[in-house]
């Protein structure tokens, strides 16, 4: 209901929504085994073990978009983690020079695990393939495997420590 509602009062963009809504739910062009390589990637899901990579996997899906598509809009809710597999999206925030994310690179981690809004607008520069996770999934995920909140909250203690020190420094 949740993104019905969010659809109807444009919090989504209408392009995104086009997309997720064909998006391939089998993920059938991507292995399991390389939704888990991609996962592994991510500094967030840096200490998940193989299973726990296995149980996020399970829950994403590859939406392919065409250049142009806005993934996310600066100030606007966001409920979805993306990485990207194929193609480049150009990030923009008012006052910053536009930077450029490739294969590998991702965005969303803040909205998956808090809901908030948005921090910049990121925008499909070529058509892209990006693997999906949901808020609600991901949510759905951490009550039924304990063990991955653990995994996340070190991950999240690391970075925040790793941060503080580089801003001492």
Sequence with gaps: MELI??????SIPQDLKDALRRADPSGSRVTHDEKVRHLEEVPLLADCTQ???RSV????????????????????????FFVI????????????KRAFLKPGDFFGEMSLLDGGPRSVTVRAAT???VLVIDRKNFQEL???VPELTQRLLVTLSR???ALES???A
Aim: aromatic share 0%; no cysteine.
């Design 5 to 10: 509602g969010r659809i109807l009062d444009g």
């Design 57 to 80: 996997s399970d829950i994403s899906r590859v939406v392919e978009v065409p250049a142009g598509t806005s993934l996310t809009r600066a100030g606007q809710p966001g409920d979805e």
């Design 142 to 144: 951490l009550r039924e």
């Design 85 to 96: 597999l194929d193609g480049s999206a150009a990030v923009e925030k008012p006052g910053k």
């Design 127 to 129: 058509p892209l393939r």
């Design 166 to 168: 580089a801003d001492r």
């Design 159 to 161: 970075r925040i420590r």
């Design 51 to 53: 299973k726990q990579l």
